[in-house]
C-alpha cells in the first residue's frame, strides 16, 4: 500500500463510522467501475481498430468534413 493511501486510510479512520462506511462504498464503486471500463475497452480494441480504419478511409476519399471548433 503507498504511503498516501495509508494516509488516507488513517484521517478516513478518525471519522464517524456512517461517514467511514460512505467513503468506503464510494471507493470500492470507483474501483468497479474502473474494472468495468478497463473490460470493456479490451474487448473493444478490435471493433474500435475497425472504426478507425474506415475513418481514415472515409476520409481519403474525401467523404469527411473539418469541424470547425472555433465556430460560434
Known amino acids: 500500500m503507498t504511503k498516501l493511501l495509508e494516509q488516507a486510510f488513517a484521517q478516513a479512520s478518525a471519522l464517524p463510522v456512517d461517514q467511514q462506511n460512505a467513503i468506503a462504498n464510494w471507493l470500492i464503486e470507483e474501483i468497479e467501475s474502473e474494472r ?37
Not at 474487448?43 to 460560434?72: C, F, I, V, W
Open 36 to 72: 468495468l471500463w478497463d473490460e470493456s475497452f479490451a474487448k473493444s480494441q478490435d471493433l474500435l481498430a475497425e472504426m478507425g480504419a474506415k475513418a481514415l478511409e472515409e476520409h481519403r476519399r474525401g467523404e469527411t468534413e473539418d469541424m470547425e471548433y472555433d465556430a460560434p
